[in-house]
């Protein structure tokens, strides 16, 4: 529902969704927050900025045809959220003064509605963002990464950190790895919902199960997981999707995925990053582009559909060849199709990794943007798919907060 009016000269639309609340003050900037009152968006001026549960909040804006993107912290986040609090404080004090004219009594009703959720934004400035952050820190840790389909399911960590964690270009998980006992998990999940409350209604696409490499629990512990899912949660009744990597990934058989589609697996994410052997050991990635292959294959085969990730711009120049030629075959091999999504991720070289360095001593020479979209379209350009092909996105991890 769309709520006009004009106080002054001053222009208002309230927009009540489902899951959300947008405020509009003449058309710039447009501001929204969840049903608990939590500040997700502002778009001013052609710049984004999305905050998410943990406190961040990225800034998103364009020129010519790059997009530059920053991660605020400090005073300038605070900035951010202060002035989304005093957008939903103007409008509702607004509202309150001069009463809106309605066209129908179902407006009326909503603007009861609206009057409450701008209640609880208008109060969501930056001490009261800070302190929800620290609670967020409490009950999820950190949430390392999601593939850009998931950013609005619901986050559960059945584990803590990444089975392997020795990937030289990721700096993700650091803190060790750890599989949740059923009872600690059922007491995670209390603590989401008890934490989101009404927020939850935004992230409500579906379950995503944390960590990094959530499927490469042994069976025997992660059926009882997949059971808390489905008692606690009405979302996992909307799918359950997960990340594995190629190598753990290929123990399972397809009649333990087929198992797991029963109780909510919708999706399993895959990082193959590349199918070139050699890149792999490189940047110290467990398996080969073989065993990538065959555990979308057996995923597939269960009736589960996947994503996988492909970096370009992984090893530069020096492995470019191999790594189009053999990612390619590698992909072919999968047969990916309709439902299916094939990301293509940049690589994004991070101080704190150790890429960098070996890269630099390797003498690897790093690609251009050009370069890396050369790349990938070159890799997209050698796919076969036998009927309708998966869909193709862009995968870019300096976008993501939760």
């Not at 993700?172 to 008890?194: I, N, P, S």
């Not at 890269?359 to 251009?368: N, Y």
């Amino acid at each position: 529902m769309v709520l006009h009016a004009r106080h002054g000269t001053t222009a208002y639309i309230v927009s009540l969704k489902a899951h959300s609340i947008a405020v509009s003050v003449d058309g710039s900037p447009v501001v929204s927050w969840d049903r608990g009152g939590r500040l997700y968006s502002v778009y001013d001026g052609g710049v984004t900025w999305r905050r998410g549960l943990s406190g961040q909040v990225i800034e998103k804006r364009r020129a010519g045809d790059e997009r530059n993107r920053v991660l605020l912290s400090g005073d300038d986040a605070d900035r951010v959220v202060d002035s989304a609090a005093r957008a939903a404080r103007t409008t509702l004090e607004h509202m309150n003064a001069a009463p809106w004219r309605w066209t129908s009594p179902v407006d009326r009703v909503v603007a009861q509605e609206a009057r409450a959720l701008l209640a609880l934004a208008s109060g969501f400035d930056a001490a009261a963002a800070r302190a929800d952050a620290r609670r967020f820190g409490l009950v999820f840790g950190r949430v390392g990464i999601l593939p850009p389909d998931q950013y609005l399911s619901l986050v559960v960590q059945a584990t803590e950190g990444c089975s392997f964690n020795t990937c030289t270009f990721c700096d993700l998980y650091r803190d060790g790895y750890r599989v949740k006992t059923v009872e600690e998990f059922r007491q995670h999940v209390a603590g989401v919902l008890t934490y989101l409350g009404a927020s939850a209604s935004l992230r409500s696409r579906g379950i995503f199960l944390g960590a990094a490499n959530a499927l490469a629990v042994p069976m025997a512990r992660l059926l009882p997981i997949f059971e808390t899912l489905l008692e606690d949660l009405d979302a996992a009744r909307r799918g359950v999707c997960a990340f594995v990597d190629g190598f753990t990934g290929a123990r399972k058989t397809m009649a333990e995925y087929r198992l797991l589609s029963h109780l909510g697996l919708r999706r399993v994410y895959i990082g193959l990053e590349s199918g070139h052997d050699p890149l792999l050991a490189f940047v110290r990635k467990p398996g080969t582009g073989a065993d990538a292959a065959e555990t979308v294959r057996t995923i597939k085969a269960a009736g589960v559909h996947v994503g996988v990730i492909v970096m370009t711009g992984l090893g530069g120049r020096q492995f470019a060849e191999g790594h189009e030629r053999d990612t390619v075959a590698v992909i072919n091999a999968m047969r990916l199709g309709e439902g299916d999504l094939l990301y293509f991720s940049d690589l994004v070289e991070v101080p704190t990794t150790s890429y960098p360095a070996r890269a630099a001593d390797a003498k690897l020479g790093s690609l251009t943007g050009q370069e890396r979209t050369a790349q990938r379209d070159r890799i997209r350009a050698g796919l076969r798919f036998a009927a309708a092909p998966p869909q193709f996105a862009t995968y870019d991890i300096r976008e993501f907060t939760y």
